[in-house]
Every structure is written in C-alpha cells, then in structure tokens.
C-alpha cells in the first residue's frame, strides 16, 4: 500500500460523491444553465454571505481572476513572500495583470495590520499604487497556520482608511474554519474577495470558487472566458462540490488530529530537529544531517511520498484517503527508519 502524503490533492471521489456527479442535471455554464453549477454558486455564496460567486477549474485561476480585478497595470499587490499567489502560480500576477508585487517578512506566513500599514506606497511618482493586500488561510508555507478574525479585522481597517481591497486565498479556509470555530460569513464580511478550494481537503476531483460582489463576478466571469475558463456540463464537476459541502467539512478535524500524530512520530526521527507547529492537516518537517532527498528516498522505499518543501524541509498533508489504518501503518514504517 503506498500511502501519498504530498498533498490533499491526491485524493480519489468517494463512492457517494461519483454517485452525486453522475446523476447532476447539467446544461451550458457559458449560457449560465447549468443548474448544478447555479446550485454550487448559489450555496456558497449564501454560506459566506457574499453575494456572488463563479466556478472556476482552480485555485490559481479564483486568485488570479481575483488580482486581475482588483489591480491595473503599475499597481502593487502586497502579501507574504511564502503566499501562493506569488510562488507558486507562475509569476501570474506579473503575466496576467502586469502588476509588481510587495513581498512580507512574517512568523508562519502570517503578516499583520502594522506590516501592512507601513508596506503601502506613497503618493510618488516613483512607486507603483498599492491597490490590494492579499492573505493566505490556512498558510501552506507556514504549515497550514490559522488567522483568526482578531487578526484580520485590523487589516480590514487599514484597507479601508487606504482604499485597498483585500482578497483571500481561502484553498484551505475550511480547514482553519474547523479548528477556529469561526463561521464562513464572518469571514466573507472581512474581504472583497475570497477564493476556496474543493480539490483539497473537501476531497473533489476539480473545482474552486470565487467570491465577491455581483459587479466583481460579473467581471470576474469575462476574465474567465477570456483565460479559456468557461466550461460547459460543468455540473458534473459541481455536483461533488456540493455533496463535498454537505459531507466533508465536519470530517477535517480528523485530518488534523492525524496530522499531529503523524507530526509527533517524525520528531521521534534523529535527524528531524524541528516539526512546524501542528495547526490543521499540514505538517513540515525540518530535516538536520540529512537532504530532503535522502529522506524522500527512504520514505520512497517505505512506499510513503512526501514532498520536499525548501533546502531543509519536507512536507506532509493529510487528507480524505489518509485513514487510522493507514495512519497506523505510516507509524510502523516509519518507526523502522
Ligand atoms: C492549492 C492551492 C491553491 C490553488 O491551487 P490549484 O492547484 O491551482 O487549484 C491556491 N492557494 C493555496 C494556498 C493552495 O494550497
């Protein structure tokens, strides 16, 4: 049995959620008649209290639709140097909407009202406009670190005494919503746009949402259409984030209390000196005497995959196919290293 930690990404559609998409009602998304797509929009939306929402086949397509709308050419996005938006979505921010970017120092991935205060540009000449700040929940890079609302609602001000915009990158904002016990439309007050996943811990085989005012997803759906996003009988696809919806957000807390099992028998390894506090379902690894690569291979022998994550770091995520039992395993191979 190999047991794939690299992302909760790698998960397969359960039965129930094959049986939910194989009987959608579908029709064309382009011409807005697909009602299983209707449906999915329609429940997030409500869920965060937003007003609209669009489907979109990823998360770096939800976020970068999010910066296209709310920057123009010689604007400045600011956000955390480890964010999503800027490492790992191909430079879009400068491909898609030609905008320069300010990158933040902060503990975990996190940054703070001070940081973003001081972070924004002055009326000059030589400076591109800051237009929006940019957050992560959970934090990857951090190991999948939570901000709560204490946090964010002082950010909030600073964007509105500034006349920013403040979009999420929400690809795990269940996941932090689960250990917060904050609720999804206390967080759609807080932000102009939010982007979630359902290819992630919800399990789905594709699929994210963005968030926002009817006038920002009006725009948001030319976007796009011109990037090429505009899908057809996409309720196929919908119809697991619904039936995700409804069974898969209550579970997470299992991957989370898994990931801390899992993060406490790596730190029982000599050459890790170091596990990133355990907040929800991710778990980094600091290795020390040891490449990533040497670790990864052993594990490759053990039929275990992670992923490296920087020079000294690996890292674990827990998700929908990750069991006791193959927690249980893990356990007992990686206890023989
Ligand atoms: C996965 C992820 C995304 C979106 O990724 P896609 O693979 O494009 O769906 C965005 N932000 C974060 C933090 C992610 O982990």
């Known amino acids: 049995m190999i047991i794939d930690l690299r992302s909760d990404t790698v998960t397969r559609p359960t039965a129930g959620m094959k049986e939910a998409m194989f009987s959608a009602p579908v029709g064309d998304d382009v011409f807005g008649e697909d009602p299983t797509v209707n449906a999915l929009e329609e429940k997030v939306a409500k869920l965060f209290g937003m007003e609209a929402a669009m489907f979109c086949p990823s998360g770096t397509m939800t976020n970068q639709i999010a910066i296209r709308l709310h920057t123009r050419i010689q604007t400045e996005v600011i956000c955390h140097k480890y964010s999503h938006i800027y490492l790992y979505e191909g430079g879009g921010i400068m491909s898609n909407s030609l905008a320069s970017v300010k990158l933040l120092e902060g503990d975990l991935g996190k940054i703070t009202a001070d940081q973003v205060k001081a972070a924004i540009n002055p009326d000059d000449v030589h400076a591109p406009e800051t237009t929006l700040v940019s957050l992560e929940n959970t934090m990857n890079k951090g190991g999948g670190s939570i901000y709560t609302l204490d946090e964010i609602i002082p950010i909030r001000k600073i964007c509105d005494e500034n006349g920013l915009k403040l979009h999420l990158d929400g690809a795990r904002l269940f996941n932090a919503l689960a250990e917060s016990g904050e609720s999804p439309a206390a967080w759609g007050a807080q932000f102009d746009t939010i982007s979630i996943c359902l290819s992630k811990g919800l399990g789905c085989p594709v699929g994210s949402l963005l968030l926002g005012s009817k006038a920002d997803i009006k725009r948001a759906r030319k976007v796009r259409k011109s990037w090429g996003g505009g899908m057809r009988q996409a309720g196929f696809l919908a119809a697991a984030g619904i039936y995700a919806l409804d069974n898969h ?76 039992g193959e927690l249980e395993e893990f356990g007992k191979r990686v206890g023989k290293i």
């Open 249 to 324: 957000v209550l579970r997470l807390t299992e991957d989370h209390a898994r990931a801390r099992a899992l993060g406490e028998m790596l730190l029982k390894l000599s050459f890790v000196s170091e596990v990133f506090p355990v907040a929800t379902n991710i778990v980094i690894a600091r290795l020390e005497g040891i490449s990533p690569e040497e670790f990864l291979k052993i594990l490759a022998e053990k039929e275990i995959k992670a992923v490296k994550f920087g020079p000294d770091l690996v890292r674990f995520v827990t998700h929908l196919d990750f069991g006791d």
